[in-house]
């Protein structure tokens, strides 16, 4: 099994930027397919980018393409989510979660997923 745990997270003013690191023990990340999702108060928990075991497959919510960045380092055991021009409505709890195969990467389920951190909180300010 893998442990995830996130880090990163803080405070940030609209247009800012934050990098999000997911750092993975007990089992190399390269045998994980791995994800980003967010919970905001009070919202269901939304899927926010994936990448493969590779990382050479990448996969974006529509609200996030093109600000947000999904990466991985397996010679670290470390993913990460590089967060730009952020928006207040980014705010949210954001976890990492990882699965043992790339089946399914495109989809959005957080069902698919077997493993999960703990959480790392991202605030927004407008």
């Known amino acids: 099994q893998v442990q995830l745990v996130e880090s990163g997270g803080g405070l940030v003013q609209a247009g800012g930027s934050l990098r999000l690191s997911c750092i993975a023990s007990?089992?190399?990340?390269?045998?994980?397919?791995m994800a980003w999702f967010r919970q905001a108060p009070g919202k269901e928990r939304e899927f926010v980018a994936a990448n493969s075991r590779s990382g050479d497959m990448k996969y974006y919510t529509d609200s996030v393409a093109g600000r947000f960045i999904i990466s991985r380092d397996n010679a670290k055991n470390t993913g990460y989510l590089q967060m730009n021009s952020l928006k207040p409505e980014d705010t949210a709890t954001y976890y990492c979660?990882?699965?043992?195969?790339?089946?399914?990467?495109?989809?959005?389920?957080?069902?698919?997923?077997?493993?999960w951190g703990q959480g790392t909180q991202v605030t927004v300010s407008s």
């Open positions: 979660a990882a699965k043992d195969s790339d089946y399914g990467l495109g989809s959005s389920s957080s069902r698919l997923y077997g493993y």
């Open positions: 007990g089992r190399t990340l390269s045998y994980y397919a």
